[in-house]
Antibody, heavy 119, light 111 residues
Framework: EVQLVESGGGLVQPGGSLRLSCAAS????????MHWVRQAPGKGLEYVSA????????YYANCVKGRFTISRDNSKNTLYLQMGSLRTEDTAMYYC????????????WGQGTLVTVSS | QSALTQPASVSGSPGQSITISCTGT?????????VSWYQQHPGKTPKLVIY???ARPSGISYRFSGSKSGNTASLTISGLQAEDEADYYC???????????FGGGTKLTVL
């Protein structure tokens, strides 16, 4: 069974940093692209970042480019999102998800970790 | 503002069929057959219900179907059931610098 477990969320002040992790199990992690998707309270889904299976290519939403860095450690079956220069508008539930196929549809999602940016 | 446009809400009675539209451009929906749809119940994680425009993942009811015409994709749910009441999001690969985009979401109410 595919399992994705996020951690690392919490309360952080504007301008601060946070690192999210996503521990994967139940599948060969190194053969799948992975995504971070967020959802602000009461709002819709928003792509944040993605990374290819071997980590060779990364993608970012314009609103986080230059502030967030996605990475992965295939030896630890873990996905990361380093978040910096955090803003109040980054407050959201952050989900990691597995990407499948040429179009990288998201077939498995974690339960999410909540990030709150507030003073 | 989302890159893909969905109606904010749709409704239908049990047993009826409803269709949710998702309008984009030639840079996303019109240019690729990589449209997917996600169902999200309140307080729950999103769930994939359609991928690659019209393919159903294992375990998803045949009542869910997808299609595309030009720059608009559609999700149709037939034989509406109370359990279908949820938010639905479309998504597409895009040639823009963001690579993937979601629609703003549609709240489905089963009357």
């Amino acid at each position: 069974e595919v399992q994705l477990v996020e951690s690392g969320g919490g309360l952080v002040q504007p301008g601060g940093s946070l690192r999210l992790s996503c521990a994967a199990s139940g599948f060969t992690f190194s053969t799948y692209g992975m995504h971070w998707v967020r959802q602000a309270p009461g709002k819709g889904l928003e792509y944040v970042s993605a990374i290819r299976d071997n980590g060779g290519s990364t993608y970012y939403a314009n609103c986080v480019k230059g502030r967030f860095t996605i990475s992965r450690d295939n030896s630890k079956n873990t996905l990361y999102l380093q978040m910096g220069s955090l803003r109040t508008e980054d407050t959201a539930m952050y989900y990691c998800a597995r990407g499948v196929g040429s179009g990288s549809y998201l077939d498995s999602w974690g339960q999410g970790t909540l990030v709150t940016v507030s003073s | 503002q989302s890159a893909l446009t969905q109606p904010a809400s749709v409704s239908g009675s049990p047993g009826q069929s409803i269709t949710i539209s998702c309008t984009g451009t030639s840079s996303d929906i019109g240019g690729y057959n990589y449209v997917s749809w996600y169902q999200q119940h309140p307080g729950k994680t999103p769930k994939l219900v359609i991928y690659d425009v019209n393919a159903r993942p294992s375990g998803i009811s045949y009542r869910f179907s997808g299609s595309k015409s030009g720059n608009t994709a559609s999700l149709t749910i037939s034989g509406l059931q109370a359990e279908d009441e949820a938010d639905y999001y479309c998504s597409s690969y895009t040639s823009s610098s963001t690579f993937w985009v979601f629609g703003g979401g549609t709240k489905l109410t089963v009357l």
